[in-house]
């Protein structure tokens, strides 16, 4: 099964990533690989194995014999994915009994379209999707699964496996292994197949550049729907070989200087995708619904007993989280790194520990006039050129420490920065965060997946650095810091509405979700007025909070809207990786005159300071010109109507100035009244012209009531001819009733930024 556009692309082995001695047994490998991919005979022709797997324990299992999905095993995914999962399949994956259920011994997936009208991505399909991903994976073994496939056309189910770096490093690059798929290519359910997928930086695949995979298949006189087979792969860090009723028919041997995503930590899937670019489409001659895959049994085995550590501890500073530990070489000093000192000590008494006997403390002192200092976690003694040796913390789920500030005057802030091997650096400032309190110590969590611009499977450093006053300045002192470690990210999601109410001639509503715990994702939340329900996508930045517009109408999933009227109740519910459910709810009250302060259309929902669209209506004109930008000291220079791009136009182009000392591009709006975004829930704006925008909120005279900041465009919605799109959620910025203006600025850059479609909702 993949996550991202599949082609059927005929079986390559890369000979440019393999050395010239083994080229020789490569092709010897290749023909017998054929032979056997398009066997419909009594057997395969044998491959030796070489490397076969050492004595192997059952190490984990689900036998399916309850009466439901065991969710301490499982988690649901629903919704339509990323344009259908990235396949343009048609199905809505559903946590309903009716498309995943334990029955009999099995466990059930079923695809159904109810109506006998199947449509795409209309609601009308729905099927069921389930994986292990933070509750069991697996490095090497035999992973095997007794299972009766859907018959017909249409479906294309699959018995999978993804790596469980995916939320980190994305796909290819985690590595996918597939156990069993049965497509329409070949003889669709007479076949069946196994892959492995990599990423290989030196390969163009059409527009998945790095993109790689090798597959195998066998077929069969009739289809394998009609019994029960035992699908499997044995792994080990030589090779993988796919088998069905213990039949070889595929092996693909792991080099590892291109396929390292095959020697790492991978969790399982089951599913039935509908259509799409493998599968048929459902509305074909001879589809039939519903149709069901039933899978008898999942069965793990291994080298030894295994528990995932994303549901246990590592201690990194901690005398009662010791057994695992994350080990580190030493914590350096700033002053290492030509910065400013940050002496520590790690067997500190000065105050009463939070656990165990000694805290670590940190002086802060500005000594060289740098302006920057820190103490950092060097999880690695050597240095390779630029790259750095490295630890893996990509199997938890947070980062817990615990701060005291009692002897540092003043102190308001300070960035915890995770660097990769290869130098890349993500961060989170303390303030926001939000603490547990006991006395003197105040205990925080970060969860990892919001560390999106890191590779946190191979953490050079963390650092504590740049302690700060109220106006941003950093100041010395000393903190003390006590019980460092990871565990699993226990914080709970939130999905609201804009406002507890809506009128029934208002055009919609913003869905707002925070999972701190998801990291730059997309998740479904479903919306229910009480008869129909619609599945929201809503994108997650890299604090896992993002929005999404709800419109109000006739009821149509495809483009997000539902019907409403007087008195009824809306409720959006989200299943977060536990499948547990948070729900939200507003009511809808009477028709009214629905008008946000500035806004000259009321019923549009947008208030636009600037758009490409002429007929677009400009809002919140009241007392201020808005083709009057302030460049904030820079120097920018500005041009409101540019017709230069190919894409949209006119554009605002904001050239660089130097003002700052530093190359810089800024657009800011002054001049409004206190609390101008108050109202509003999302900023949008589309942008081009650099990797990151930093977005700032002031009110143009106290410094602390500021707040800048950065976002990434990888973390935003990719556009046409290099343009982004990007929804920033307004509970980002803490003082919404103080801000008096606001700005869109990067710096940097030689060359100019551009902007245009600026609005609230």
Known sequence: MKNRQATNVPQMLTMATIGFCRIKFFLIFLIAAIFCGCSAGSGPIAIPDTSASPALTLIWSDEFNGTALDTSKWNYETGYGSDGWGNDEWQLYTNSNDNIKVENGNLVVTVRCASGNCGKRDGSVTSGRINTKGKFYTKYGRIQARIKIPGGKGTWPAFWMLGNNISTVGWPKCGEIDIMESTKYDSADKTTHTSVHWYDQTVVNGAEKGWTYSTGSKTFGESLSNNYHIYEVDWNADRIIGKIDGVTYFTRLIDPAVMEELLQNFYLLFNVAVGGNLAEAPTSSGATWPQSMYVDWVRVYGAVPFTPPSTSVAGLYSETKSEPAIPYARIINSADWSGDSAIPNETSRAVTPKEGTYVLSAQFINDLGKGWNGIFFDF??????????????????????????????????????????????????????????????????????????????????????????????????????????????????????????????????????????????????????????????????????????????????????????????????????????????????????????????????????????????????????????????????????????????????????????????????????????????????????????????????????????????????????????????????????????????????????????????
């Open 380 to 761: 690695g003694a050597k240095t390779t050129g630029s790259v750095f040796d490295s630890v893996s913390i990509a199997d938890y789920g947070s980062l817990y420490f615990s701060i005291n500030s009692s002897a540092f005057a003043n102190f308001k802030d300070i960035k915890i920065e995770f660097k990769d091997a290869a130098n890349s650096v993500g961060s989170v400032m303390l303030s926001s965060l939000t603490p547990s309190v006991s006395g003197s110590w105040s205990s925080y969590q970060i969860p990892l997946k919001s560390i999106s611009s890191a590779d946190i499977s191979k953490l050079a450093f963390l650092g504590f650095i740049n302690p700060v006053n109220a106006s941003g300045t950093v100041i010395p002192g000393t903190l003390y810091f006590d019980d460092i470690y990871f565990g699993a990210c226990t914080v709970t999601p939130t999905v609201t509405f804009a406002a507890s109410s809506f009128a029934a001639n208002a055009s919609g509503a913003t869905v707002t979700l925070s999972d701190p715990c998801a990291g730059t994702v997309t998740k479904p939340v479903i919306v229910s007025n009480g008869t129909d329900s619609i599945s929201v996508n809503v994108p997650l930045n890299a604090s896992g909070v993002g929005g999404a517009v709800l419109n109000f109408g006739s009821t149509n999933d495809g483009s997000d809207t539902i019907s409403v009227s007087a008195g009824n109740t809306l409720t959006a519910s989200y299943t977060n990786s536990t499948a547990s459910v948070i729900s939200g709810s507003a009511t809808i009250t009477a028709a009214t005159a629905v008008l946000v302060a500035g806004d000259k259309n009321p019923k549009d929902g947008f208030i636009y300071l600037y758009a490409t669209n002429p007929a677009t209506v400009i809002d919140l004109v009241g007392g201020v010109d808005y083709t009057i930008i302030n460049d904030w000291g820079t120097g920018s220079a500005y041009n409101l109507a540019y017709t230069g791009d190919s894409t949209y136009s006119p554009v605002i182009s904001v050239a660089p100035g130097s003002g700052w000392g530093v190359s810089a591009s800024v657009l800011a709006y002054p001049g409004f009244a206190g609390g101008f975004a108050a109202t509003y829930s999302t900023l949008h704006f589309k942008y081009k012209g650099g990797t990151q925008v930093n977005v700032k909120f002031s009110d143009s005279g106290s410094p602390e009531v500021a707040r800048e900041n950065t976002y990434l465009t990888g973390n935003a919605t990719a556009l046409s001819g290099g343009w982004y799109q990007f929804a920033i959620t307004m509970a980002d910025f803490p003082n919404l009733t103080t801000y008096k203006e606001f700005a869109l600025f990067s710096t940097g850059n030689l060359t100019p930024i551009y902007i245009t479609d600026i609005y609230f909702n």
